[in-house]
């Protein structure tokens, strides 16, 4: 796409491993472009200022804020949303781990929380306490205080790394 | 949809890039990582007519650390540079990328963009304003290098002019027995720092300062620096009493603004800690020991 480009531009991107092609308008976010054009409402928009991390998803094995970015920006890129964690067994260890551990209340936060957990797990299958403050720093809670978080983090690593 | 309208284009040159910003004029903006323009343009502070989106032009990625001459290109992000050979050979420049923002923005910002944004809170300024670093430019006129403190010319104003892109950073290896610190702190990782502070010092006998680079940041439109300060320092030696005139010197010329971060007394106050806490860190790893820096926060 070298050409300019007015009005509706033809964007594909992999979401959870579908190919999904739509026209849209480039000012489009890729959060917007999740929950409106395909539905896939788990990314959730918690802020207008890049700060929260709700909207965070997996772009190219990256933990990127979705409220930050153009759906043309990731034209042609993979994308992995918390509806792509579930897999035939059921929940994901992550998911798992969160509700054994109480690692969510609300559950605003929590499909950022995984995906940033994701993204860290498979860079560090056994991060310690400060690795996973330093990684979730940029994912708020306004209810749990982190602490079970944390442990919910570390118990997802345990059974991960045991599988 | 929270952005006004623009044109998007995706050129798949640097010489197709400069050409249609040329082409394009005063109200397209480059797009690099998005992290500073996208809330920006969220917040409808900016509304361009037309985005060039050079994110996948080949060639400014690369983060070569080897040589006596370190090169940066405009694209490489913050959080590669953080694992980067360079890093590890100077600490100071892990300092400042492992502390931007959170591991989401550091993934998708880039040193070109945080230089070429001039926002006076943002850590490369401060940081390569310690190394002498420069300024690698291209545009329709071709190349030229601009010494990092005349590119800075007021806060969110840089030396960039229309067509221009920022291409690489440069700057010299400091020399062996030298050592660096960055050190800031805000309130959480995706805020923006409240007060930051840089400095390198050259050391003789392991006691005495052979030259001192000291500069502070979110403390005026440009990052701070002063020779007078400086000069407290060089050829003397490094105890507590100089560093402190030396922090006294600095400090007065600083102008931090009272803002939601804190006031300009807290800062001020700020300042001079991370300032005394820098400069002990800097000597230390000019003696060769590891020790961390970096931004901190709660
Ligand atoms: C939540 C949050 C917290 C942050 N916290 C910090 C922090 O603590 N410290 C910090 O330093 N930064 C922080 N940032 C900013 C971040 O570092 C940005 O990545 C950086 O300032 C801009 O880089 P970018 O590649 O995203 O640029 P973009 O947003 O793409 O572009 C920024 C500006 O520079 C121009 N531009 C981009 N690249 C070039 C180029 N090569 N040549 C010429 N012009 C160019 C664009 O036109 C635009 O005007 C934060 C950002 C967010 C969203
Ligand atoms: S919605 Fe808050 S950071 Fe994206
Ligand atoms: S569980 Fe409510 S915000 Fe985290």
């Known amino acids: ?163 | 949809m929270y952005p006004a309208p623009f044109r998007y284009h995706r050129p798949a040159t640097l010489e197709d890039a400069m050409a249609l910003l040329a082409r394009l004029g005063d109200g397209a903006r480059p797009l690099a990582g998005g992290q500073s323009l996208l809330p920006i343009l969220k917040l409808r502070m900016d509304e361009p007519t037309d985005l060039v989106d050079i994110a996948r032009i080949p060639g400014m990625r690369h983060i070569d650390g080897q040589g006596e001459s370190i090169r940066i290109g405009a694209l490489a992000t913050h959080a590669r540079i953080a694992v980067s050979e360079v890093a590890s050979r100077f600490p100071i420049v892990q300092d400042c990328a492992t502390g931007i923002a959170d591991a989401q923005v550091r993934a998708r910002g880039t040193i070109g963009g945080s230089v070429s944004t001039a926002d006076p809170s943002c850590d490369w300024p401060t940081m390569l304003q310690v190394l002498d670093a420069e300024v690698a430019c291209r545009g329709p006129r071709g190349e030229r290098v601009v010494g990092i403190r005349d590119f800075f010319r007021d806060a969110y104003t840089t030396a960039l002019e229309e067509g221009e892109l920022v291409t690489e950073i440069r700057f010299r290896a400091p020399p062996a027995g030298s050592g660096g610190a960055y050190l800031g702190f805000k309130k959480a990782a995706p805020a923006y720092p409240a007060a930051t502070v840089g400095v390198h010092l050259g050391l003789a006998d392991g006691q005495v300062c052979r030259q001192a680079r000291l500069v502070l940041g979110c403390a005026g439109p440009r990052p701070v620096q002063s020779r007078e300060a400086e000069q407290e320092l060089e050829g003397k030696d490094l105890n507590r009493d100089n560093l402190r005139r030396a922090a006294e010197a600095i400090i007065s010329c600083s102008d931090p603004p009272s803002d939601s971060r804190g006031s300009a007394a807290f800062k001020r106050t700020m300042l001079h800690s991370l300032f005394m806490r820098a400069a002990e860190i800097a000597i230390r790893r000019a003696r060769g020991e590891t020790v961390k820096g970096g931004t901190l926060y709660v």
């Open chain 1, 1 to 163: 796409m070298s050409e300019t480009t007015t009005g509706r531009v033809p964007v594909t991107i992999t979401v959870n491993g579908q190919p999904c092609t739509r026209e849209i308008e480039p000012r489009l976010l890729l959060v917007e472009f999740l929950r409106r054009e395909l539905g896939l409402t788990g990314t959730h928009i918690g802020c207008d200022t890049s700060f929260c991390g709700a909207c965070t998803v997996i772009l190219d094995g990256d933990a990127v804020k979705s409220c930050t970015l153009l759906a043309v920006q990731a034209d042609g890129s993979e994308v992995i949303t918390v509806e792509g964690l579930e897999g035939e067994e059921g929940l994901h260890p992550l998911q798992q781990a969160f509700s054994e551990h109480h690692g969510l209340q609300c559950g605003y936060c929590t499909p950022g929380m995984l995906m940033s957990s994701l993204a860290l797990l498979a860079e560090n299958p056994d991060p310690g306490i400060e690795e996973i403050r330093k990684r979730l720093g940029g994912n708020v809670c306004r209810c749990t205080g982190y602490q079970n978080i944390i442990r919910a983090v570390q118990a997802a690593a345990r059974a991960l790394r045991e599988e």
